[in-house]
């Protein structure tokens, strides 16, 4: 049974999170601060097990394969890919023998794994093709920021960061430096290191994104009022306060919930166009005209009346991000695509789209399963801190005109379908 036609199936998964050796060791800390440890088992039966199928066709890994934003914030951040690699060998084998049992394989980089600048990105192919030769690596680098987005007929998938203001690629601090060698780093990075330094010193996984949506919360209601909780586009005024506290006010937040006093220097040192060390406050200031910025930031959305504005960029940070698909994606006006799929956020779930009266529904259950409108699926994680490793899988169905899609919980020799649905696999 090796009939390339019974290949009508992919499998997207996302935010493994791979750490270097000092992430398991902890490096001299109390606790080791990889986000995948347990897990690490899992993920392995699962890619001797998908080597196996002869239905699947391609794995597409959404981005935060590897991991280079968790590291304390005092630990000097000299993770290098290779290390990753050389760390998780098992792994990155399992993924490179995966062309070779006929599954093609795509990465799309997600933001704990993106280049730091436009200069970088050349090493970052070279690296993909050393370590995971026979692997597509999804980066349009014409555009900048760089365009990471995989499609498939009306099937659009990328890692889901883009849509969130502390985590897409940011230009807003070092003004005076070179468009080319300029580093994008975004808040979010720093963010991503005190998160680290939380887990090294107190063995807490994972920083509870209720202190970073408080934070959020509470800096949107100064500019944007009620509204907020409705995430309603419709009732945001056209031009919103330019909130430069934002900045100091999530820092704060973080530094506090993770005990790094505000006066500590953030240990940076080899992160291009920045010095060896800077303090929050410095950093802060580097981000004042992030949220003012947004409006004017590189071009990562395709809808003319940016429905994806700052207050719901920042919004998109604390956990679900299906309304960025939907108003990047699935709008009834766009004809290009039924199906996004997207990681970043850790929760996986699947989202079913009725259109009324040009109103995109998502409670309206279909007996037969579909055709749904529209679907949106995020993939979940594989980190220990979920509830379970979950990835998402569509199957091709040409004869019936039907794309299905699935949101799977995976255990070694054992698969759940938590929610799925159909979609027309072409226009009719």
């Given amino acids: 049974m090796s009939s390339d036609s019974i290949r009508n199936k992919r499998v997207f998964v996302s935010d493994i999170h791979l750490g270097d050796a000092r992430s398991w060791t902890g490096a001299g800390y109390p606790y080791p601060y990889a986000w995948i440890r347990r897990n690490i088992e899992t993920l392995k ?45 098992e792994v990155i084998e399992k993924i490179g023998a995966l062309p070779r049992s006929g599954i093609k394989v795509t990465y799309v980089p997600g933001n704990h794994d993106m280049p730091f600048s436009l200069n970088d990105i050349q090493a970052r192919k070279d690296f993909m093709a050393r370590v995971l030769p026979g692997v597509k690596y999804v980066c349009d680098d014409s555009a900048a920021p760089p365009r990471v987005v995989y499609r498939r007929g009306l099937l659009a998938a990328e890692h889901g960061h883009m849509y969130c203001l502390c985590n897409a690629p940011d230009w807003s601090e070092n003004p005076g430096t070179p468009l080319l060698h300029k580093s994008f780093l975004p808040l979010g990075y720093f963010v991503s290191r005190l998160v680290a330094y939380k887990e090294a010193t107190t063995g807490k996984p994972q920083s509870d ?3 970073l949506a408080g934070v959020i919360e509470a800096s949107l209601r100064k500019s944007g009022g009620e509204f907020i909780p409705e995430m309603d586009p419709t009732k945001i005024p056209e031009k919103l306060p330019g909130r430069t506290s934002f900045a100091r006010e999530l820092l704060t937040g973080m530094a506090s919930d993770a005990s ?12 291009p166009e920045y010095p060896s060390t800077e303090s929050l406050d410095s950093l802060s200031d580097d981000y004042s005209v ?139």
């Fill in 45 to 89: 039966a699962f890619l001797d097990e998908t080597a196996q199928r002869e239905d699947v066709a391609e794995l597409v890994l959404l981005g935060d394969l590897f991991d280079q934003w968790i590291i304390p914030a005092d630990l000097a951040p000299n993770i290098r890919l290779d290390d990753i690699a050389e760390s998780n060998r």
């Fill in 209 to 211: 994104f209720r202190i």
């Fill in 260 to 271: 790094f006093g505000w006066n500590r220097p953030v240990n940076i040192e080899g992160l």
């Fill in 290 to 428: 992030l949220w003012s910025n947004w409006d004017n930031h590189p071009a990562v959305r395709y809808v003319a009346n940016n429905d994806i504005n700052t207050c719901i960029a920042a919004l998109n940070e604390c956990g679900h991000i299906s309304e960025a698909a939907k108003a990047e994606y699935l709008q009834p006006k766009r004809k290009d695509t039924n199906i996004v799929i997207f990681g970043h956020t850790h929760i996986a779930e699947i989202k079913k789209y009725c259109v009324v009266e040009s109103i995109a529904l998502d409670h309206i259950p279909l007996p037969s399963g579909g055709p749904y409108d529209f679907i949106y699926a995020n993939s979940g994680s594989w980190v220990d801190s979920v509830p379970y490793c979950s990835y998402v899988e569509t199957e091709e169905d040409p004869a019936s005109n039907r794309c299905y899609v699935r949101l799977m919980a995976y255990a070694p020799g054992k698969t759940e379908v938590k929610g799925q649905g159909y979609v027309r696999l072409k226009e009719q």
